[in-house]
């Protein structure tokens, strides 16, 4: 069982990651959280750390896809951490997701721009 003080500071840097995801630059946001985490992890980071964002990045998105069969579920909502602490890991997918958010943001702007 994880004492109450690293627990509490574990969930205290989970908050202060994902309000940083929230709060970055539209289109960059998750190519800086992937260098944040480079930066505070190491390079190449623990080889079981790597493996435990990865394991739980999939399995939020997993449940969030299941969550989202039935309908007024919005089980999109557990897409988003899951995508970032995969993102922590993967430069690549970091920068799908910045590229895919520049994508949405610009069709959205499009859309709201018709008569």
Same mark, same amino acid.
């Given at each position: %069982? %994880?004492? *109450?003080? $690293? $627990?509490?500071? %574990?969930?205290?840097? #989970?908050? *202060? $990651?994902?309000?940083? #995801?929230?709060?970055?630059?539209?289109?960059?946001?998750?190519?800086?959280?992937? $260098?944040? !985490?480079?930066? *505070?992890?190491? %390079?190449?980071? !623990? /080889?079981?750390?790597?493996?435990?964002?990865?394991?739980?990045? /999939?399995?939020?998105? #997993?449940? =969030?896809?299941?969550? !989202? /069969?039935?309908?007024?579920?919005? =089980?999109?909502?557990?897409?988003?951490? =899951?995508?970032? /602490?995969?993102? &922590? *890991? &993967?430069?690549?997918?970091?920068l799908l997701l910045d590229r895919l958010e520049a994508w949405t943001r610009r069709m959205w702007a499009r859309y709201r721009r018709r008569p």
């Amino acid at each position: %069982m %994880m004492p *109450r003080a $690293e $627990e509490s500071n %574990m969930l205290h840097n #989970i908050k *202060r $990651e994902f309000r940083a #995801i929230r709060d970055g630059v539209p289109g960059r946001r998750f190519v800086d959280h992937y $260098e944040r !985490s480079r930066h *505070r992890h190491g %390079m190449r980071g !623990s /080889l079981w750390a790597s493996c435990g964002y990865v394991a739980a990045g /999939l399995v939020l998105v #997993i449940v =969030g896809l299941v969550a !989202s /069969l039935p309908p007024g579920v919005p =089980g999109f909502l557990l897409w988003i951490p =899951g995508l970032a /602490l995969l993102a &922590s *890991r &993967s430069r690549g997918l970091a920068l799908l997701l910045d590229r895919l958010e520049a994508w949405t943001r610009r069709m959205w702007a499009r859309y709201r721009r018709r008569p």
